[in-house]
């Protein structure tokens, strides 16, 4: 188990540094304003839902971490993370494109003076306390949920839970060439678990409070 976790903590070093490498175009919210009309189709309409490769509702993403949308895009443009719609919008979108959608998201319904609680709101039942410690999840996404250690990892409290379902089983698929996420950390944590018992911490995830939204353009309003 030392062995592993040591291992881990390498990967995860490296990681931030592929991130912070990714994150030297600073992005320009002003612009990514501009840049968006891709992105509101999904994102920006409430309840949303996709249909790949099951049926869940598209992530909030106005609220999240620039340095982690950033990195997210990145991989879908180099196909570690895997998902047609979304590996195609990010091939169509250069280096500073995605600095700059980033950069806007990261700001987009953010209201001043507005912040999520230092710790959980709601207590987790003593289950799902014990599967939340089994691969220390607090560690990389804060006690909260809501406020990770480093940008380059997401927020994750308030994030709908059928999304966080599928995005968590996403890193235990391997060798599929329509399915999976390719990252060596949350693919060691994951493969600690049942779909039963993702299932139940993505439920308690989505019911804490945070900085995540679905903002609603005013065309979809």
Do not use: W
């Amino acid at each position: 188990m030392n062995k592993l976790f040591t291992t881990i903590f390498a990967l995860a070093v490296s990681s931030v540094t592929m991130a912070s490498v990714a994150q030297e175009i600073k992005g320009d919210e002003k612009a990514g304003q501009t840049k968006n009309a891709m992105c509101i189709g999904c994102h920006g309409i409430k309840g949303y839902q996709s249909s790949f490769p099951e049926v869940y509702k598209v992530p909030k993403i106005s609220g999240q971490n620039a340095s982690y949308i950033s990195a997210a895009l990145h991989a879908y443009r180099k196909g570690e993370r895997k998902h047609p719609t979304m590996r195609n919008l990010s091939d169509s979108l250069t280096d500073q494109d995605i600095a700059d959608l980033a950069a806007y998201y990261s700001k987009h319904g953010v209201v001043a003076g507005e912040e999520a609680p230092a710790k959980p709101a709601k207590e987790a039942s003593a289950e799902v306390q014990a599967l939340l410690n089994k691969a220390n999840c607090a560690s990389c996404h804060g006690a909260n949920f809501n406020k990770p250690i480093d940008p380059s990892y997401p927020k994750i409290a308030g994030q709908h839970a059928d999304y966080l379902f599928v995005a968590l089983k996403a890193y235990k698929t391997d060798n599929n060439a329509k399915i999976g996420r390719a990252h060596p950390i949350m693919g060691a944590m994951a493969k600690q678990y049942t779909n039963a018992e993702l299932k139940a911490m993505s439920g308690y995830l989505a019911s804490l409070p945070g900085d995540l939204k679905v903002v609603s353009e005013s065309r979809f309003r």
